[in-house]
């Protein structure tokens, strides 16, 4: 009867171990994933960074473009007023 109650205690002793297994590489995985999504956290923050960075970088370039345009419009503006000019002095010649 001892046997019995022996390897009873012990088939339980292993049942719980096994648990207590079972729970550790379930809470070990847990972990994991939320390393992953803090890991993924960081790559979509690091993707957004980039992206900001590109659009800062794209607006600047149309800033520069509007600046060339703004100035190149009043070069043309500039060049009709001295085209008008000169045909008002040759018609009064």
């Given at each position: 009867c001892v046997t019995?109650?022996?390897r009873h205690e012990e088939q339980i002793e292993e049942i719980l171990n096994h648990l207590d297994e079972l729970?550790?590489?379930r809470i070990e995985h847990m972990e994991d994933k939320i390393k992953g999504?803090?890991?993924g956290r960081v790559i979509?923050?690091?993707?957004?960074?980039k992206m900001e960075?590109?659009?800062k970088e794209a607006r600047?370039?149309?800033s520069r473009f509007q600046r060339k345009q703004i100035e190149h419009d009043d070069e043309i503006?500039?060049?009709n007023v001295r085209t008008s000019t000169i045909e008002?002095?040759?018609?009064?010649i």
């Open positions: 019995r109650l022996e729970f550790l590489d999504l803090g890991n979509i923050q690091q993707d957004f960074d960075t590109k659009l600047a370039q149309i503006v500039l060049s008002m002095i040759i018609e009064d």
